[in-house]
């Protein structure tokens, strides 16, 4: 959540010379982003009315071969009218360039807010574009495997160790020991399978009232089962983040909004209990890993596994929400 | 460097309705600021076009009764052309709200960045710009004695004791410890007065090209000596961030865009030498302060203090510079 590099103005500007956007007016380090800097920019524009852009740097995490698959799907998603930002080419037709060992990238601002407590009309336009963009992506031509899969979970438990876990809370240790072998021999197979976003949380929608005026950070992006996307959308929707509580009404919102685009397949649904819980498991394991190897001194905001370690548990104790 | 402050966009919302300027568009939070929060706020305007504005909560350090003397310091020097940002009055009026105990103020945005490595152009463009505040703000009615006065680095030099300044460098502890008591009994008296920006570094100031289109971040404004201001500026702007190397020709710039709007007295210009180094050990106090009571895991980056304490030496051993 912070601006890991030094760009100078004077680097700024040179940056932005290399794409046809106008000169640069402003430059405002942004607070987002856990693996790359961010950058607001304001440039001139083409036509001089004035133009706003991000400029994104990697810094961790990514892997620079999966760096044109991320961008190029933005240009795919958005030229089928999804509210998605374009990647800015530069005049060279490059869809990031590089400062140093770190590739940069231009995208599209967007504008629109990400709500904290959303309401059952921004869960339901949520559910829509979400749909909307399965759609739009079945003919994306390029694949990534999804790297966040079950056995990315099972080695970053091993990595925590139960003792590791049992520092954050020790029902999370069992929770972990009990669940998480479940899930290798019943995940469902055969489902249908598109892009996905593969982590829509609310702070990575954009809206304006109930209208979605931007999906963003695509950065899981891969290819994996439709429905396994709605399941990550509902953890991350479905509950009042006051006490915790499944909010029946954001999940009705959701789904309704997600099936009035691409209706669910009996088969998909009924999936989702176990997809749920898998999906509460794959942020669980990810969580806890970073709050135990977060340092003190850094940067970014550890997030809570525990909150969705309760999910988990609900989900696997209610399938019927699902019905 | 950051927000500290997590802001939900329904809060967010809620506060720009208090002012008359149209409904929240979008709100990032931006990494400036050390001691207090800082958006980047899109509105749709009053009249419908779009409208930008940066929301400021102060977080630290600041007094809410001082409060009033910056934000309207900012509408007394706006408005007489100066280009420094607007306060947005709420519709009550109000120069700031508050939000639990932390006050707020909505400020305009202005265009520009800053640079790391000003130019001559640059250099000159913002001496002009300082003598401009200074002859505008001459009858700005309220006052604010200069909290970092030379009793306030006494006080910091004893907070930091010899021990605390020798662990930073042996030698910066040897310099405080000689020049420090100069200041008391040798600094200048009766020089013109007004109302001083008091931290004018490259990074307070927006430039498109050669031209100013802000002065920025009035937190530390006081008043005082105008020279002084100067001395600050100078210590800010003249020298080679690469190398630390003193820049003659950036010196000469600055001084000139100054006097071309308001000459310098000759009383003035031979207490600049002192003024200078006083204005050096003013930051040099702050930031070893700083320096050695940041707490690891804060998310502020710690300045250096050492190479103003070389530019302290520079000033002492070389007073022909302002002759």
Chains 1, 2 share one sequence.
Not at 251 to 258: I, K, P
Not at 259 to 274: I, W
Request: a negative charge; charged letters at 20%; one cysteine or more.
């Amino acid at each position: 959540m912070a601006v890991y590099t030094h760009l100078g103005a004077e680097d700024m500007a040179a940056l932005i010379a290399t794409y046809d956007v106008g000169t640069l007016v402003s430059a405002k380090g942004i607070a987002e982003g856990v693996s790359n800097s961010n950058w607001l920019i304001e440039t001139t524009g083409c036509d001089g009315n004035g133009a706003r852009y991000i400029l994104t740097m990697y810094e961790f995490r990514i892997e620079l071969d999966d760096l044109p698959y991320f961008l190029s799907l933005l240009d795919h998603l958005a030229a089928k009218g999804c509210p998605v930002p374009r990647t800015i080419h530069d005049r060279d037709g490059a869809l990031y360039r590089m400062i140093g060992d770190k590739a940069v990238a231009l995208i599209e601002f967007l504008p629109g807010v990400s709500v904290s407590t959303p309401t059952a009309g921004q869960a339901r336009a949520a559910g829509r574009e979400l749909a909307r963009l399965h759609r739009a992506a079945a003919d994306f031509p390029a694949t990534r495997a999804n790297a966040m899969g079950i056995a990315e979970w099972q080695r970053l438990a091993q990595a925590c160790g139960p003792d590791g876990l049992a520092t954050i809370a020790p029902w999370l240790a069992d929770l972990v020991a009990s669940e998480l072998p479940r899930f290798a021999a019943a995940w469902p197979k055969g489902l249908p399978e598109t892009v996905i976003h593969a982590d829509l949380f609310p702070d990575n929608v954009l809206v304006l009232g109930d209208t979605v005026t931007g999906l963003i950070d695509f950065y899981f992006a891969c290819n994996d089962m439709a429905a396994y996307d709605v399941a990550v959308t509902h953890l991350a929707w479905c509950w009042d983040p006051a006490d915790g509580n499944f909010r029946a009404d954001l999940s009705r919102a959701l789904l309704e909004g997600y099936e009035g685009v691409r209706p669910l397949s009996d088969e998909e649904r009924a999936a989702l209990p176990l997809l749920a819980q898998g999906a509460a498991m794959r942020f669980v394991m990810s969580r806890a890993y970073d709050w135990l190897n977060t340092p003190a001194d850094a940067l970014v905001i550890r997030k809570d596994p525990l909150p969705l370690a309760r999910r988990l548990e609900y989900y696997r104790d209610h399938p019927e929400i699902f019905a």
